[in-house]
């Protein structure tokens, strides 16, 4: 298994954009087949180093990762949202 993490920091960190997000991360879930499982959630806590919204996804393997990554609805859809909003982002993928 391979979990797929990122973490998105906003230009406008308001309450209601980052439940904007997340909710648009949660669409994946059915629909992005590559994705096994997606997890999204907003930060609460708002401290100096924290991030707005992360995402994880579970996927079967790195190739079902690099197909996710070429996915129509991820990249016509949600990487193009967030690449409108995004002040910074940093992931991480890993073997579970």
């Known amino acids: 298994m391979v979990k797929h993490v990122l ?3 906003l230009k406008d960190n308001s309450k209601e954009q980052c439940e904007k997000l997340r909710d648009l991360f949660m669409t994946m879930k059915g ?3 590559q994705a096994l499982d997606v ?13 707005d919204v992360c995402l ?3 996927l079967e393997s790195p190739e079902a ?8 609805y991820h990249c016509n859809t949600v990487k193009t ?10 992931a991480v993928d890993y073997t579970v």
């Open 7 to 9: 973490m998105i920091k």
């Open 31 to 33: 629909r992005v087949p």
């Open 39 to 51: 997890e999204a959630g907003a930060d609460f806590l708002h401290s100096e180093r924290s991030f």
């Open 56 to 58: 994880t996804v579970t």
């Open 65 to 72: 990762l690099e197909e996710y990554q070429k996915d129509p």
């Open 81 to 90: 949202y967030v690449a409108t909003v995004r002040e910074k982002a940093v």
